[in-house]
């Protein structure tokens, strides 16, 4: 079945440098992308959206860009800190059924990122 | 904003024994979402509901696994009976669905170990 997937499952970056986490989906028909943060401990935590009908969006030190050529979404960090370790995980919505109803989310493995120091 | 409360937040059981896990959604929200995550197989949708009502349970890996909402500031999640492949993490999440998307917010979830 159709899934979404991340590229690299482990990520490694120096504190104060950028870090970019990057995320394959594969359904097609998926219009609404989100990704979240999880720390040890927790439930995963909203970062930032996106929806099909645009390419990037920008939050505070935070960047999704989406191409939907080649299915690919991607978490820009910027300045990192140490608070930023943790795991991210990108999703997309699975709409379950139509009419403004409820909207189920499938979300891929997760990226570790670990702010060395 | 108090977030998604579950509890409890750890669970240890041994098999065959029944368990129950509760979940009170964000005041306002229209959606519940259940959600298991393990290691080996990440976070699956388990089943969900949509004013209170479950829309589709497709994920519910057995019988064994029921979920009910009863009104819209409660939810529980019951496995009975339990087995050591259910030991996992599950959470609880909810959000505002109208005219378009809206992210999910999750609760802490509930660790279960069943021995």
């Known amino acids: 079945g159709e899934s979404v997937g991340l590229h690299l499952p482990t990520l490694s970056v120096q504190e104060g440098d950028n870090s970019i986490i990057n995320c394959a989906y594969s359904?097609?028909?998926?219009?609404?992308f989100i990704w979240y943060k999880q720390e040890s401990g927790k439930g995963p935590q909203f970062i930032i959206d996106i929806r099909s009908n645009m390419d990037k969006r920008q939050g505070q030190r935070v960047t999704v860009l989406l191409n939907k050529t080649v299915k690919h979404l991607s978490l820009q960090i910027a300045a990192t800190q140490p608070g930023d370790s943790a795991v991210y995980f990108c999703?997309?919505?699975?709409?379950?059924?139509?009419?403004?109803?409820?909207?189920?989310?499938?979300f891929g493995k997760g990226t570790h990122l670990i702010i060395q120091p | 904003d108090a977030g998604v409360i579950q509890s409890p937040r750890h669970e240890v059981t041994e098999m065959g024994q029944e368990v129950t896990l509760r979940c009170k959604p964000i005041?306002?929200?229209?959606?519940l979402f259940w959600y298991r995550q393990t290691m080996m197989r990440g976070l699956e949708l388990l089943i969900y509901?949509?004013?209170?009502?479950?829309?589709?349970d497709s994920g519910m890996p057995e019988d064994r696994f029921s979920a009910k909402m009863p009104n819209a500031s409660f939810s529980t999640l019951k496995i009975q009976p339990s087995e050591p492949r259910d030991s996992a993490v599950y959470f609880c999440a909810s959000s505002l669905v109208g005219r378009g998307n809206s992210p999910l917010h999750f609760g802490n979830g509930t660790r279960l170990t069943v021995t």
């Open positions: 999703a997309e919505n699975v709409r379950l059924y139509s009419g403004g109803g409820a909207d189920g989310l499938t």
């Open positions: 359904n097609s028909a998926s219009d609404y």
């Open positions: 509901f949509n004013n209170n009502v479950p829309i589709d």
């Open positions: 005041s306002g929200h229209n959606s």
